[in-house]
Nanobody, 122 residues
Framework: VQLQASGGGLVQAGGSLRLSCAAS????????MGWFRQAPGKGRIFVAS????????YYSDSVRGRFTISRDNAKNTVYLQMDTLKPEDMAVYYC????????????????WGQGTQVTVSS
């Protein structure tokens, strides 16, 4: 499956952005989807993930209550709504897909998009 992330940009602290990730080349509803991020000089970390049907979601502690992951299987797209953005949310955000069970473990995700930059000004 191929993944194309979009929606990043520059936003002031306290603002909102919605990231999208469009999938192609596979049966989208067969995949667990996740969002990860990588800040400058740091490793890539888990942000959120969603089950195949969208009924179960996981979030990192740092974004829970501010970010919402969702998916539209008819549109082969997963979203990340990011509200109340903070300067520490600034990073390149990646979407990823995996078969099997819903996890937060980055190493289990097989397919990756190219990343989209989110910049938060204070």
């Amino acid at each position: 499956v191929q993944l194309q992330a979009s929606g990043g940009g520059l936003v002031q602290a306290g603002g909102s952005l919605r990231l999208s990730c469009a999938a192609s080349g596979g049966t989208f509803s067969n995949y667990v989807m996740g969002w990860f991020r990588q800040a400058p000089g740091k490793g890539r970390i888990f942000v959120a993930s969603i089950s195949r049907t969208g009924g179960i979601t996981y979030y990192s502690d740092s974004v829970r209550g501010r970010f919402t992951i969702s998916r539209d299987n008819a549109k082969n797209t997963v979203y990340l709504q990011m509200d109340t953005l903070k300067p520490e949310d600034m990073a390149v955000y990646y979407c990823a897909a995996k078969s099997g069970s819903l996890t937060t473990v980055i190493a289990t995700y097989n397919y990756w998009g190219q990343g989209t930059q989110v910049t938060v000004s204070s």
